[in-house]
């Protein structure tokens, strides 16, 4: 055995209800090694990390796992957790209700001699573990009061407070500001200096060969390559990733649009507080209008006030030139405009639901009859429609959508918007949590949206994603739009000045 390998699985399998989620996967973690897991959505990399930490079984008699030389089979997380396996999911695991350093010490709480909660020690101790983390968080703050990324943090926080020996990272970045993805490596590099063996799971490929020392790869849940980071480009990490060449260009608008004629949205004037500034953009026909700005720039709240899904005290909005109003989300969809959440999976969908279902929602009644009692076909052959249209991988119309990929997910929101004939789209980062296949996808479909005359307004963090897909740029900060960029003023540079507040700012249109 290599004295430096901490955790080594050969031969791994799983299946579910007769479907082969793992084949003879092989893995090796060594200490002071971060080993990264790349693979597209569904090629089993949850699943494998699941059955590190303990939450699934391997199939019987399909392969063996070793810590630390030893032969080991966790019954349950506890058993990883005892021996020093830490996993930090893409899906929060926090308490929301309940304080930052109770979350951190769940489960593990200190007490003083007496037994009682020693609630100052925690306070203390969490303090010391989020400002080595380099971020100031309240420990008496509650979770729900914190925005994502501070959550990902007291995620972190809690994982590092364990002394794990491996640490699983699955997409820890996806939430993250650049300056706080710095933090995040800073603190990985000094963990692998102290010996700690870590995965990472990231789609952000050149995350991968900024922070791995090793990668392997699946396809279809079976292990389809291991380099270390100096025999690897990222040309051939996405060829094993996908088994084919995937471009890495953005589709070109060859449409052009008129910015002397009338915009499709027009929002004269936006103040979602008192204490907010007032805000004013347009959105022409054909066009992807990117939105940027750091983490808490009012981004997200932003189009949530235009929407109605949250409330504003000065909003005048004109759509075709005719002042509109949009008081709530049905008036929004009423008037042809949808939103993609930021957050697809609590917002976006309804993931016990069907494909068929999350599809037809918000146009139910187009499939009532005559006493009231929804017409089955018509859902059916108009799910299959958008299913078709899209290109939404899925075994049928009725399965049910938690079932499917991330990408095939964001597809299952935008057709539920088609279906209702949206003429403007609000994408509140459209391709978080996909892998680069899909993304690929989702981008060529923007296009293809845009040419039959829709306007898209497209929030992301990131930069190469909003410099390669947009037509116009607004820079946020502060709440503010302190820039609008056109073509070749689309930089990252040129985002980062006026995002950071380097670059003096402006309003124009």
């Not at 292990?223 to 990733?241: A, C, H, N, P, S």
């Not at 009231?372 to 799910?383: D, P, Q, Y």
């Not at 990929?405 to 003429?423: D, H, R």
Request: net charge neutral; proline share 3%; hydrophobic share 40%.
């Amino acid at each position: 055995m290599d004295e430096n390998c901490l955790l080594e699985l050969k031969g791994i399998s799983k299946t579910f209800s007769g479907v082969n989620a793992l084949q003879k996967v092989d893995l090796k973690i060594k200490a002071g090694k971060i080993h990264a897991l790349a693979g597209e959505n569904g090629a089993g990399k949850s699943t494998l990390m699941k059955i590190i930490v303990g939450v699934y079984q391997p199939d019987e008699n399909c392969g063996e796992m070793k810590f630390e030389g030893k032969i080991v089979q966790h019954a349950s997380p506890q058993n990883a957790q005892d021996l020093g396996i830490g996993i930090i999911y893409q899906e929060f695991s926090l308490i929301p209700h309940m304080t930052v350093y109770e979350n951190i010490f769940l489960g593990r709480e200190l007490r003083k001699k007496n037994g009682l909660l020693d609630k100052k020690a925690m306070r203390k101790k969490a303090i010391e573990l989020l400002s080595h983390l380099g971020i100031d968080i309240d420990p008496n703050a509650k979770i729900v009061e914190l925005s994502i990324a501070q959550q990902q943090f007291v995620e972190i926080a809690k994982a590092i407070s364990l002394k794990v020996k491996v640490l699983i990272l699955d997409e820890p970045t996806a939430p993250l500001t650049p300056v706080e993805v710095e933090n995040l490596f800073r603190l990985m590099k000094e963990l692998r200096n102290k010996g700690v063996g870590m995965v990472f799971i990231s789609h952000h490929l050149e995350e991968i060969f900024e922070i791995a020392d090793e990668v392997t790869c699946l396809r279809d849940g079976q292990t389809v390559g291991y380099k270390t980071i100096e025999d690897l480009d990222i040309k051939e990490l996405i060829r094993m990733m996908v088994g084919r060449d995937v471009s890495q260009t953005f589709p070109v608008n060859d449409v052009a649009i008129d910015y002397t004629s009338r915009p499709l949205l027009s929002i004269k004037e936006l103040q979602r507080t008192n204490h907010t500034p007032k805000v004013s953009f347009d959105l022409f026909p054909c066009e992807i209008l990117g939105v940027a700005g750091l983490v808490g720039a009012g981004r997200s709240e932003l189009v949530k006030a235009l929407t109605g899904a949250d409330s504003s005290v000065v909003k005048v909005i004109e759509m075709n030139g005719e002042t509109i109003k949009v008081k709530n989300p049905k008036d929004a969809l009423d008037l042809g405009i949808g939103l993609l959440p930021e957050d697809r999976k609590t917002q976006g969908l309804i993931l016990d639901f069907s494909v068929e279902y999350n599809v037809v929602i918000n146009t139910l009644k187009e499939s009532l009859n005559n006493i009231h009692t929804i017409r089955k076909r018509s859902l059916s052959v108009r799910t299959k429609k958008q299913i078709d249209a899209l290109g939404i991988k899925t075994p049928s119309e009725r399965t049910i959508v938690k079932n499917l990929s991330g990408g095939n997910q964001q597809k299952v929101v935008i057709a539920k918007w088609l279906s209702t004939k949206c003429k403007i789209l609000i994408f509140d980062e459209p391709t978080r949590g996909i892998d680069v296949g899909a993304k690929a996808e989702i981008y060529e479909l923007m296009r293809r949206l845009t040419r039959k005359g829709m306007g898209i307004i497209m929030i992301s963090s990131e930069l190469p994603e909003v410099v390669g897909i947009s037509d116009r740029v607004l820079v946020m900060r502060k709440d503010n739009i302190v820039a609008t960029l056109t073509k070749d003023e689309i930089t990252p540079d040129r985002i980062m000045e006026y995002a950071a507040g380097a670059k003096g700012g402006n309003n124009a249109q």
